[in-house]
């Protein structure tokens, strides 16, 4: 593995594209729109093609059969023209088969673990190993494809609960590749580009950690920073913390997040003494976010959000059927301001007005008093 981590971008995108070659893996490009609301970056992705593809939201109207077929598990075995690589001690790579950005690869566990539990040291080791993989690939071997050269940053995330977007119950986080323009525009990173105070930015502390977040974004969120040389065992720490954030968050939702902040630090020594089961599921929803400079959690509410009525006619056919519109199932790219919109008529809606996208997407979490008071 320390071989193949030095050239991971490299290792990655050869992998990709053999696979693409061969029809392992579905790709098909789409329209990117870049838009900006309150100072805030969406990236919204057209994507017509995932119509065809089944998606894990969880509809009332469709009842469960009384003996559903088991899911099979994609992690194991991995499909041998997806794979990518091990990663120590316990995690491998490989390509997600349904990739909306080039070389969108995931980290799985190599035995079955639950999603559903709180991550490990070790998941949270082998993270910092991919990111730090990532970005230190020194890009001198033969036959390196651009897009390795392109694409020098990494944004992962983590799904966990029904509400998070989580579609496989196999412990395992997903990582895409963006440029070092895409990774500046991201407003998760900008808030480490502002000093407290400014453009939105609220920053506070929980026991030794500093902790921010955007007052403008309209869901609550926690982020830290990682800083040069961090310890798998210190973000495993950091880690622990934005779920005690998240939880109080949704235990108590019509608190402001600067509230939030200070209840969970006067409360913290208490909170160290008590130990969150590591073999049980995670009582609720949320979508972490990782990149070499810092994490980022966001505790979920929902699943899909609808830029306009869900019973309302999309216009889209598919295999001779009238599709209504889907809605927005959201995941940890939230955090990163990025959304797949399947219908032409959803997409139309946002780009007339790039407030409806904020508004959309901040109903996927606990709302920010912040941000209504500021559109008020």
Known sequence: ?????????????????????????????????????????????YAPNLLKKPMAAHNPSHSTPPNPTPKSNPFLPPNPALYVTAVPRSHYLVLNKFPVIPGHFILATTEFEKQGCPLTVGDLEAVLSVLKGWE??????????????????????????????????????????????????????????????????????????????????????????????CKPEELWGMYSTLLSLAEYTLLHPTT???????????????????????????????NMAFTKGWMGILPRTTETVYVVDQDEESGAVVDGVAIKCPGLNLNGTAMAGMTLVRTKKEMDVVLADPGHIART???????????HRASL
């Open 1 to 45: 593995m320390a071989a193949s981590i030095q050239s991971l971008r490299s290792l990655v995108f050869t992998t990709y594209k053999r696979a693409l070659k061969a029809g392992a893996l579905t790709f098909a490009e789409i329209e990117v729109h870049n838009i900006a609301h309150d100072g805030i970056n969406y990236e919204i992705r």
């Open 361 to 371: 997407m901040g109903g996927i979490g606990v709302p920010q008093q912040e941000a």
């Open 256 to 286: 402001p997040a600067d509230v939030v902040l200070r209840e969970v630090d006067k409360q913290w020594d208490s909170i160290l003494t008590m130990q969150r089961p590591m073999d049980v599921d995670v009582s609720f929803s949320y």
């Open 136 to 229: 230190s690939d020194n890009n001198d071997q033969t036959g390196v494809h651009d897009e390795a050269g392109e694409h020098q940053c990494l944004y992962g995330f983590f799904n966990s609960g029904k509400e998070s977007g989580a579609s496989q119950p196999h412990r395992h986080l997903q990582f895409i590749p963006l440029t070092q323009p895409e990774m500046d525009g991201l407003w998760a990173k900008q808030i480490f580009d502002a000093n407290p105070g400014e453009s939105g930015v609220v920053e506070s502390k929980v026991g030794d950690l500093k902790v921010r977040y955007q007052s403008k974004v309209m869901y609550k969120h926690y982020l830290m920073k990682i800083h040069e040389g």
